[in-house]
Every structure is written in structure tokens, then in C-alpha cells.
């Protein structure tokens, strides 16, 4: 039975599905239109009671909060498709410790630039440049720190791809992309190569693919 997730158009469902992916776990997409307010519909609350996204459906089973489904998923079939956790207690404390400061330090920055500047315009409120301008400096600085780690390892949390590498891809494509900021990963060496790794890894061309597509035949 295939994993269905809910609002593949947006960043954190993105995160599942590239999980999914890497897992080799079949999965379907469930279209959720925020614009329109699918979110706050009673059937949706009764998967998601705080009517955001993602949420899963495994069978009788349902989960909401992207980076909890993805520990789920790279914990229940470890031995399945690529090790996102780490091959010790060691290294999945490191990829847990990365993967909350992307929670915590990386995308509060990052989520503000991206309503600022591709939310806002297309539900005609004006955008905030000063919110802007102070949401660019502190991912700056916090970028700072991810080149520094990354100058002493190839991912976050060693030399092994993980989930503290895959959560930051949807909204750091948004920064390279439509919020058109790309400068802020090129301008940091290691931080750029990272990028470059991890953006080109299958599992995102094909999210990416299947955006391209309107999701139609996943």
C-alpha cells in the first residue's frame, strides 16, 4: 500500500517525499490548496488539527510534522534504500543535533524570505524589505557556520548523506530559485559544493520532476 502524502506543491511535504525516495517507499500525493483554504477544511483538522502541512497516511496509520515522518520512515526501514541516520549511535546523534538546527537556526530565516517574497506578492500583500534585509543577515551568519562545518566534512553530520542534508533542500531551492538569492549559497565555497552534492542527488531531480508534472504519476 502505497504512503499517501498530502500538499506536494509545498516545501515540507517536499522533505517526505524525498525521503520516500531515497527509502524506495512507494507513495501517492493528496493535492492541498492552501491559497484556497483546503487546509482549514473539518476533513483535513481531523488528520492535521493545526491545518499545516505535511501529513501522512500509512494504512490506519497517520502522522503530521515533516521531520518527525522523515525520523519515522529512515528508522523503520533503516536497512532499506540509503542510511539517512548514520551506521552509529554516534553518527545519528550528529545527524539528530543538524538536523535541529536546520529546524531552529536555518529555517525560521529562510521561511521568512520565502513568504516575503513569493508568498505575499501572490495574495497581493505588500512585502516587508525590512524583514527582508533582517531575515537575509541572520541566514547569512548562519550560513557562515555551515561553511565552517562544511569545510571540515563533506555533509552536516559527517561524511555520509543524511536527513540533517535532505531536510534543507525544498526551501534552499526556493533561495537559489524564486526568491533569488543564489548568492548566499555561491558565495560560501564549501556551502556551495554541499549544494551542488545534494541538489543534484536523484531522489530531488525526481521530486522535481514530478513537480514539473503536476505531480501526475507518482
Same mark, same amino acid.
Given at each position: ?24 517507499? *512507494?507513495?501517492? $500525493? ?8 483546503? #487546509?482549514? =477544511?473539518?476533513?483535513?483538522?481531523? +488528520? ?5 502541512? %505535511?501529513?501522512?497516511?500509512? /494504512?490506519?496509520? $497517520? +502522522?503530521?510534522?515533516?521531520?518527525? &515522518?522523515?525520523?519515522?520512515? =529512515?528508522? @523503520? ?25 536546520? =529546524? #531552529?537556526?536555518?529555517? %525560521? #530565516? &529562510?521561511?521568512?524570505? $520565502? &513568504? ?7 495574495? /497581493?500583500? %505588500? ?5 527582508? =534585509?533582517?531575515?537575509?543577515? @541572520? +541566514? ?13 566534512? @563533506?555533509?552536516?553530520?559527517? *561524511?555520509?548523506?543524511?536527513?540533517? *542534508? ?5 526551501? $534552499?531551492?526556493?533561495?537559489? /530559485? %524564486? &526568491? ?16 551542488? *552534492? ?6 530531488? @531531480? ?13
Amino acid at each position: 500500500m502505497a504512503v499517501k502524502v498530502y500538499g506536494p506543491a509545498y516545501a515540507s511535504p517536499k522533505r517526505v517525499i524525498a525521503c520516500l525516495i531515497e527509502k524506495g517507499i *512507494d507513495f501517492e $500525493t493528496i493535492p492541498i490548496d492552501l491559497l484556497k483554504g483546503e #487546509h482549514k =477544511a473539518p476533513d483535513f483538522l481531523q +488528520l492535521q488539527p493545526f491545518g499545516s502541512l %505535511p501529513v501522512i497516511q500509512d /494504512g490506519d496509520y $497517520t +502522522l503530521f510534522e515533516s521531520r518527525a &515522518i522523515m525520523r519515522y520512515y =529512515a528508522a @523503520k526501514y533503516k536497512l532499506q534504500g540509503t542510511d539517512l541516520l548514520g551506521g552509529s549511535m554516534e553518527e545519528t546523534g550528529l545527524v539528530d543535533q543538524w538536523l535541529e538546527v536546520e =529546524a #531552529h537556526n536555518f529555517n %525560521p #530565516h &529562510i521561511y521568512s524570505l $520565502t &513568504i516575503q517574497i513569493m508568498f505575499y506578492p501572490a495574495v /497581493g500583500t %505588500p512585502t516587508d524589505e525590512k524583514a527582508v =534585509a533582517e531575515s537575509e543577515e @541572520k +541566514l547569512g551568519k548562519v550560513l557562515d557556520v555551515y561553511e565552517q562545518r562544511l569545510s571540515e566534512s @563533506k555533509y552536516l553530520a559527517g *561524511d555520509f548523506f543524511s536527513l540533517a *542534508d535532505l531536510s534543507h533542500l525544498p526551501f $534552499t531551492q526556493y533561495l537559489v /530559485g %524564486p &526568491i533569488g538569492k543564489e548568492y548566499m549559497i555561491r558565495s560560501r565555497k564549501h556551502v556551495s559544493a554541499w549544494w551542488d *552534492d545534494i541538489s543534484g542527488r536523484d531522489s530531488w @531531480k525526481r521530486v522535481l520532476e514530478l513537480e514539473s508534472k503536476g505531480w501526475a504519476g507518482n
